[in-house]
């Protein structure tokens, strides 16, 4: 008890000080939870698109970006032959823009497509996708943002479509974009006999590694992947990972360093007091558990708060209409357990040279010190 | 003997001061022993080397028959061994009187029951059993004092050094204080080491002796 009291004493002494270290910490949890949660999601989402009712991806080996692979039509319609597939649909990528909005995700889909069959049609029949060329549906918040309805027509690039249909999905790259029957979509993107990806679905789950051998052997070019393992190796994902641990990384070391300051000036101010518990016996480790004690209360409390403010903040964006369907509120258990750990981590890292300064505090002399 | 030092030399500043030149003295247990001098004649500095707090340039410190420089745990030393009253009485503010008093037992590990007990006594012995519970800020200059008086003595060690436990107090309290001191470690059994400049005081203990220049004058018995 005495021993907590000597930890927390210190804090309610300098309680702006320790408010400041705290809230430095809870940014930087906040801020790591949100970007990696943020990416993670938009990851997320991506993923859901290319697995819609599918378990495997085919596409083209070593290609940087699946919005330049190319499979061809006759291999898509070999694989989608194959006694077990239960179904087999090739999607195609694009990009266009229109006026004012310089990027909307284009899907060149064929009408069997679980993009088309399984979403919320707001308006317009589903039965009719593909019985004309120049038709699209739009997401939602496409038809929200280019200003359209059933019927009217929109500008995309340098063609002109008209409107069948609208849809509502949950996935906010969907939810912002253009479905194009997939003949039309190889046309406007000079693409003709090729897709991007090829989505599978197996009769048998079980049969997804000899079906992905197979696929190696008899297209070189291709690749195909079950849907966990795509997210995890492909390249894009990677780089945004890694480019989100990285941002989180350096504010947690912010966090840190903050953490390092408070705890350095917390020794300089009770350094007598650190002399006091050296006369009456204290050694150097119960010295140290004092100042790390301290670092650990105000990394915990800043974790707690940073917790709290990262599942906020996703909130709020989530609640911007911009933002609806790009952002999953929801942080992952592991997440949260590796950036506190890493939190965990640095506050104590923090704290590591001010208890080796305080551990070796000369009793005699820091006793003069007033 | 509890305490002996042979030849003890210790100097600042790179040599520039020397403090203490040759301090060679005992002490018996049960005794009490007055260290008398002026300001910066090293009566502190002989205490901080017995105490194991600072090194010696050259010579030895034994407490109990075993070499300071030698302990094989220092902590020990001030752990069970020792006890220091300092002229502040150097507490922590913002602990209670009983908090204060129970750190050595708590760097010890002492049992808390077992603690707390010996604080209740030591506490009633020296009249501070209503203010236990009281912060150390509320606390009057004579009641911090005598609250030091008990977080020393709070581990029973075997030796007591006071270096000017009354320095800080008005006369009639500083007397009231170091009335209870003599009291207590001759309760005890301690044998009490301290550095005063009040020979007054001094004259009071079993053994007065006298600094000057970094050596121990003609040690008078005061009785």
Same mark, same amino acid.
């Given at each position: 008890m005495i021993f907590l009291k000597l930890i927390v004493t210190n804090l309610r002494r300098h309680r702006i000080r320790s408010l400041i270290s705290v809230t430095g910490v809870a940014f930087s949890v906040a801020a790591m939870l949100t970007v990696v949660s943020i990416l993670q999601g938009a990851i +997320?989402?991506?993923?859901?698109?290319?697995?819609? /009712?599918?378990?495997?991806? *085919?596409?083209?080996?070593?290609?940087?970006?699946?919005?330049?692979?190319?499979?061809?039509?006759?291999?898509?319609?070999?694989?989608?032959?194959? #006694?077990?597939?239960?179904?087999?649909?090739?999607?195609?990528?694009?990009?266009?823009?229109?006026? +004012?909005? #310089?990027?909307? !995700?284009?899907?060149? *889909?064929?009408? !069997?497509?679980?993009?088309?069959?399984?979403?919320?049609?707001?308006?317009? /029949?589903r039965s009719d996708f593909a019985r004309n060329p120049d038709d699209v549906?739009?997401?939602?918040?496409?038809?929200?943002?280019?200003?359209?309805?059933?019927?009217?027509?929109v500008q995309l690039g340098h063609s002109t479509f008209r409107v069948m249909g609208v849809v509502k999905t949950t996935n906010g790259f969907e939810d912002g974009g253009v479905f194009m029957p997939l003949a039309a979509a190889q046309t406007f993107f000079h693409k003709e006999g090729t897709s991007s990806v090829v989505t599978v679905k197996l009769r048998n789950r079980d049969e997804a590694a000899a079906f992905n051998r197979m696929v190696q052997a008899k297209y070189p070019d291709l690749i195909a992947l079950n849907d966990s393992e795509f997210s995890r190796t492909y390249s894009q994902f990677r780089i945004l990972k890694a480019t989100a641990w990285a941002v989180g990384g350096c504010g947690l070391l912010l966090g840190g360093l903050g953490v390092a300051n408070t705890m350095i000036m917390s020794v300089f101010t009770r350094i007598r007091e650190i002399a006091i518990l050296r006369v009456n016996g204290f050694s150097h480790a119960q010295i140290g558990a004092v100042i790390f004690g301290e670092a650990a209360w105000v990394t915990a409390l800043g974790a707690a708060a940073g917790l709290l403010a990262g599942v906020c903040i996703l909130y709020a964006l989530k609640s911007i209409p911009a933002l609806d369907g790009y952002i999953d509120p929801s942080i992952h258990p592991l997440l949260m357990l590796v950036v506190l750990v890493l939190t965990l981590l640095t506050g104590v890292g923090g704290a590591l040279y001010p208890a080796i300064y305080a551990m070796r505090v000369r009793a005699v002399e820091a006793l003069r010190f007033e | 003997m509890v305490v002996r030092t042979a030849d003890l030399w210790k100097s600042y500043d790179d040599g520039a001061v020397t403090v203490l030149k040759g301090i060679d003295f005992a002490c018996f247990e049960g005794h009490s022993v007055a260290l008398c001098g002026p300001s910066g004649c090293g009566k502190s500095t002989l205490l901080h080397l017995i105490a194991g707090l600072d090194t010696p340039d050259r010579g030895s410190v034994w407490v109990n028959g075993i070499e300071v420089d030698r302990h094989r745990d220092l902590l020990s030393l001030l752990r069970h061994e020792i006890g220091i009253v300092f002229?502040?009485?150097? &507490?922590?503010?913002?602990?209670?009187?009983? @908090?204060?008093?129970?750190?050595?037992?708590?760097? %010890?590990?002492?049992?808390?029951?077992? %603690?707390?007990?010996? &604080?209740?006594?030591?506490?009633?012995?020296?009249?501070?059993?209503?203010?236990?519970?009281?912060?150390?800020?509320?606390?009057?200059?004579?009641?911090?004092?005598?609250?030091?008086?008990?977080?020393?003595?709070?581990?029973?060690?075997?030796?007591?050094?006071?270096?000017?436990?009354?320095?800080?107090?008005?006369?009639?309290?500083?007397?009231?204080?170091?009335? &209870?001191?003599?009291?207590?470690?001759?309760? @005890?059994g301690v044998t009490l080491l301290m550095a005063t400049h009040d020979r007054i005081l001094a004259s009071r203990c079993d053994r007065m002796m006298e600094m000057r220049a970094g050596k121990i004058h003609e040690p008078v018995l005061a009785h």
């Amino acid at each position: 008890m005495i021993f907590l009291k000597l930890i927390v004493t210190n804090l309610r002494r300098h309680r702006i000080r320790s408010l400041i270290s705290v809230t430095g910490v809870a940014f930087s949890v906040a801020a790591m939870l949100t970007v990696v949660s943020i990416l993670q999601g938009a990851i +997320g989402m991506f993923s859901n698109i290319l697995s819609n /009712d599918s378990q495997i991806i *085919v596409f083209e080996r070593d290609v940087s970006d699946l919005f330049f692979s190319s499979v061809p039509a006759s291999a898509a319609a070999e694989i989608s032959n194959l #006694p077990m597939v239960a179904h087999a649909n090739a999607v195609l990528f694009g990009v266009v823009a229109s006026a +004012g909005h #310089p990027i909307i !995700t284009c899907f060149g *889909v064929e009408p !069997t497509d679980a993009r088309i069959q399984k979403a919320t049609w707001i308006a317009g /029949d589903r039965s009719d996708f593909a019985r004309n060329p120049d038709d699209v549906v739009l997401g939602a918040r496409a038809a929200e943002f280019l200003s359209a309805s059933v019927g009217s027509r929109v500008q995309l690039g340098h063609s002109t479509f008209r409107v069948m249909g609208v849809v509502k999905t949950t996935n906010g790259f969907e939810d912002g974009g253009v479905f194009m029957p997939l003949a039309a979509a190889q046309t406007f993107f000079h693409k003709e006999g090729t897709s991007s990806v090829v989505t599978v679905k197996l009769r048998n789950r079980d049969e997804a590694a000899a079906f992905n051998r197979m696929v190696q052997a008899k297209y070189p070019d291709l690749i195909a992947l079950n849907d966990s393992e795509f997210s995890r190796t492909y390249s894009q994902f990677r780089i945004l990972k890694a480019t989100a641990w990285a941002v989180g990384g350096c504010g947690l070391l912010l966090g840190g360093l903050g953490v390092a300051n408070t705890m350095i000036m917390s020794v300089f101010t009770r350094i007598r007091e650190i002399a006091i518990l050296r006369v009456n016996g204290f050694s150097h480790a119960q010295i140290g558990a004092v100042i790390f004690g301290e670092a650990a209360w105000v990394t915990a409390l800043g974790a707690a708060a940073g917790l709290l403010a990262g599942v906020c903040i996703l909130y709020a964006l989530k609640s911007i209409p911009a933002l609806d369907g790009y952002i999953d509120p929801s942080i992952h258990p592991l997440l949260m357990l590796v950036v506190l750990v890493l939190t965990l981590l640095t506050g104590v890292g923090g704290a590591l040279y001010p208890a080796i300064y305080a551990m070796r505090v000369r009793a005699v002399e820091a006793l003069r010190f007033e | 003997m509890v305490v002996r030092t042979a030849d003890l030399w210790k100097s600042y500043d790179d040599g520039a001061v020397t403090v203490l030149k040759g301090i060679d003295f005992a002490c018996f247990e049960g005794h009490s022993v007055a260290l008398c001098g002026p300001s910066g004649c090293g009566k502190s500095t002989l205490l901080h080397l017995i105490a194991g707090l600072d090194t010696p340039d050259r010579g030895s410190v034994w407490v109990n028959g075993i070499e300071v420089d030698r302990h094989r745990d220092l902590l020990s030393l001030l752990r069970h061994e020792i006890g220091i009253v300092f002229q502040l009485h150097n &507490l922590i503010p913002d602990l209670t009187l009983e @908090e204060n008093c129970l750190i050595p037992a708590v760097a %010890a590990g002492v049992n808390q029951r077992v %603690a707390k007990d010996r &604080l209740r006594e030591l506490a009633e012995r020296t009249g501070l059993s209503h203010r236990r519970n009281h912060r150390v800020q509320k606390l009057s200059g004579g009641e911090r004092q005598r609250t030091a008086l008990c977080r020393a003595l709070m581990n029973r060690p075997k030796i007591l050094l006071a270096d000017e436990p009354t320095g800080s107090l008005d006369e009639t309290t500083g007397g009231m204080v170091f009335d &209870l001191l003599l009291e207590l470690v001759a309760g @005890e059994g301690v044998t009490l080491l301290m550095a005063t400049h009040d020979r007054i005081l001094a004259s009071r203990c079993d053994r007065m002796m006298e600094m000057r220049a970094g050596k121990i004058h003609e040690p008078v018995l005061a009785h």
